[in-house]
Every structure is written in C-alpha cells, then in structure tokens.
C-alpha cells in the first residue's frame, strides 16, 4: 500500500513539474529572444556605431523598425545584412531565425542557430548565444543527454549564459531521469546570488516539483 501512495506521489510531482516549465517555457524563451535584441545590439553598437561601419547600425535599426512594422521588406533588409558579416550580420541572423520560429519554422530558426553555433568568424558570445535558443527550442524534443553535454562548457563558472544553461540542463536531467542532476543544478540556481531572480524563482518552483 506504501507503493502505491509513493507512486502517487511522484506522479504529482511530475505533473506540478511539467506544469511550472509549461507555465515558464514560452516567457523563458520571449526572454531569450529579447535578450538576443538588447544585449546584441549593445555590444554591436559599442563596436561599430562610432566607427566607419556606423552606416550598419543604422540599417540594422532600420530592419528593425521593418521588422516591428511587419513590413514585407523586412526578411530581404535582414538578409543584406546577414550576408556582411560582423556584429550586425550575427544580430541580423538571430532576428531571422527568431521570425521563422515566430512563423512556426522551428527547424529553420534551428538550421540557423546550428550554422552559428560552426561559425568561427563569429565571436564567443554569439555562438554560445545560438546554442542556448538550440536548447531552448529542443527541451522538450531533443536527446537530453546529447544536449546538455553540448551546454555543458556554458554552464561553467564565468561563462556569460551559465544561469540559461544551467536552467535548461536541469530540465534535460530530468527528462533523463536525472533527479539527482537536476537538484544539483537548480540548488546551484537557487543559492547564486548572481543568478536573474526569474532563474531563481523558477529553480525553487522546480526543486519543489522533484521527486525524493
């Protein structure tokens, strides 16, 4: 009888759990796209907008407001500037991918961010930027022990997207049956007082949610 109340139990457990991500995916993913706006553009327009490249933060802006627009110009501004390379081809790119997925082509925002994530003439921080949105589109559908070996070297100590990585390999130990991984990397969460307070609100709602 014992047995069968821990089973219960647990089933609670997995439901509250799959509930907090259903409840939290679609913000964790809004958030992930408006970060790739804010903190891409600043960066590029900390490079580029006092130099002799200025005129591409200028298009870049200008795609933009086609973008918010909804005007049919848009996709061809984005792909001029992709194909310039530099910051502003890199912001261009995720702004592509992030349209196709809004237009419900996830495998081609995918193709994308994977063609990012190979792409050496880009820096750092946009490679690893197109693998966190690779994670954050595949979740739920992926290999989870594939995955998160690939966000491993992001959730390191100092790395910029540790917190995303960390957050979305506990789901994926979880989808692998991971209890053990998952309560590691979301007690990391909680106790980092560095992490965003929505990471860390979402790591106690999900440790609450795991089974003993």
Same mark, same amino acid.
Request: hydrophobic share 50%; net charge negative; charged share 25%.
């Given at each position: /009888?014992?047995?069968?109340? %821990?089973e219960i139990?647990?089933?609670?457990?997995?439901?509250?759990?799959?509930?907090?991500?259903?409840?939290?995916?679609?913000?964790?993913?809004?958030?992930?796209?408006? *970060?790739? *706006?804010?903190?891409?553009?600043? !960066?590029?327009?900390? %490079?580029? +907008?006092?130099? +002799?490249?200025?005129? &591409? $933060?200028?298009?870049? !802006?200008?795609? /933009?407001?086609?973008?918010?627009?909804?005007?049919?110009?848009?996709?061809?501004?984005?792909?001029?500037?992709?194909? #310039?390379?530099?910051?502003?081809?890199?912001?261009?790119?995720?702004?592509?991918? $992030?349209?196709?997925?809004?237009?419900?082509? !996830?495998?081609?925002?995918?193709?994308?961010?994977?063609? /990012?994530?190979?792409?050496?003439?880009?820096? $750092?921080?946009?490679?690893?930027?197109?693998?966190?949105?690779?994670?954050?589109?595949? !979740?739920?559908?992926?290999?989870?022990?594939?995955?998160? $070996? =690939?966000?491993?070297?992001? +959730?390191?100590?100092?790395?910029?997207?540790?917190?995303?990585a960390r #957050? @979305?390999?506990?789901? @994926?130990?979880?989808?692998?049956?991971?209890?053990?991984?998952? &309560?590691?990397?979301?007690?990391?969460?909680?106790?980092?007082?560095?992490?965003?307070?929505?990471? &860390? =609100? %979402?790591?106690? #709602?999900?440790?609450?949610?795991?089974?003993?």
């Open positions: /009888m014992t047995d069968i109340f %821990r139990d647990e089933d609670l457990r997995r439901d509250r759990l799959e509930a907090v991500w259903r409840r939290y995916g679609t913000y964790i993913l809004a958030a992930a796209v408006a *970060v790739v *706006v804010a903190t891409g553009a600043y !960066v590029g327009w900390q %490079r580029y +907008a006092e130099s +002799a490249r200025a005129g &591409r $933060a200028a298009a870049f !802006v200008g795609a /933009m407001d086609l973008v918010a627009r909804k005007d049919a110009g848009a996709e061809a501004a984005l792909a001029s500037i992709a194909s #310039e390379g530099g910051g502003y081809a890199a912001l261009a790119r995720l702004q592509q991918a $992030a349209q196709l997925a809004k237009a419900g082509d !996830v495998a081609g925002a995918t193709d994308i961010y994977e063609a /990012m994530t190979g792409d050496g003439s880009l820096e $750092a921080p946009f490679r690893d930027l197109a693998l966190i949105l690779i994670g954050l589109r595949g !979740v739920d559908t992926a290999e989870p022990v594939a995955l998160s $070996a =690939r966000l491993a070297p992001l +959730a390191e100590d100092g790395q910029p997207w540790r917190h995303s #957050e @979305l390999m506990a789901l @994926l130990a979880q989808r692998a049956g991971d209890t053990a991984k998952a &309560r590691e990397l979301l007690n990391r969460l909680v106790d980092d007082q560095e992490a965003p307070q929505g990471a &860390r =609100r %979402r790591a106690t #709602e999900l440790l609450q949610g795991l089974p003993e």
